[in-house]
T-cell receptor
Framework: DVKVTQSSRYLVKRTGEKVFLECVQD?????MFWYRQDPGLGLRLIYF???????EKGDIPEGYSVSREKKERFSLILESASTNQTSMYLC????????????FGDGTRLSIL | RKEVEQDPGPFNVPEGATVAFNCTYS??????FFWYRQDCRKEPKLLMS???SGNEDGRFTAQLNRASQYISLLIRDSKLSDSATYLC?????????????FGTGTRLQVTL
């Protein structure tokens, strides 16, 4: 079974703070993804990575950055948190190739005050 | 036009009923299609892939119509435990990564 683990289920931070969300997968997957999910908007892709040290912008990268120093770990960074970044953040991973399903972590519910 | 469109529902059906969801997608070059299930305040979980010839997994049947660019999910003999949001998901390949586009989901509520 694929296991994708996100470091926190719930997180509360203040405006302007630098926030790190961590994600680890144990299936040696090449691809990793960060999404946010908001009511009525569905899942929106922030960034993804198809290899160590490689990253690609998704649909809504503004205000975020990512880091992939090791194959199993993909970090999402909010450089200076703002209230409109309050959301559910979901990490996913998949095998290499273009037709693979993604497997999700439990999600982190982040509140920015 | 959204890349993937679904009726948000909710679909309220009694136990034992058959229910069908449709989904349309805009990118004719899409290659892979999936249905995911998401329970309230939980992560999406893969329900089934959708193959060109159609496929079945127990009470669930998925169909793909490439000409009309729509995908369907049929649930037979609905159970209370089927209550969830069903996400239609379409591949839009970006380089070597499998980049998926998610619909906003169709909510199903199965009642006694």
């Amino acid at each position: 079974d694929v296991k994708v683990t996100q470091s926190s289920r719930y997180l509360v931070k203040r405006t302007g703070e630098k926030v790190f969300l961590e994600c680890v997968q144990d299936m040696d997957h090449e691809n990793m993804f960060w999404y946010r999910q908001d009511p009525g908007l569905g899942l929106r892709l922030i960034y993804f990575s198809y290899d160590v040290k490689m990253k690609e912008k998704g649909d809504i990268p503004e205000g975020y950055s990512v880091s992939r120093e090791k194959k199993e770990r993909f970090s999402l960074i909010l450089e200076s948190a703002s209230t409109n970044q309050t959301s559910m953040y979901l990490c996913a991973s998949s095998r290499g190739g273009s037709n693979q399903p993604q497997h999700f972590g439990d999600g982190t519910r982040l509140s920015i005050l | 036009r959204k890349e993937v469109e679904q009726d948000p529902g909710p679909f309220n059906v009694p136990e034992g009923a058959t229910v069908a969801f449709n989904c349309t997608y805009s990118n004719s070059a899409s290659q892979s299609f999936f249905w995911y299930r998401q329970d309230c305040r939980k992560e999406p979980k893969l329900l089934m892939s959708v193959y060109s010839s159609g496929n079945e997994d127990g009470r669930f049947t998925a169909q793909l119509n490439r000409a009309s660019q729509y995908i369907s999910l049929l649930i037979r003999d609905s159970k209370l435990s089927d209550s969830a949001t069903y996400l239609c998901v379409v591949n839009s390949a970006a380089g070597t990564a499998s980049k998926l586009t998610f619909g906003t989901g169709t909510r199903l509520q199965v009642t006694l």
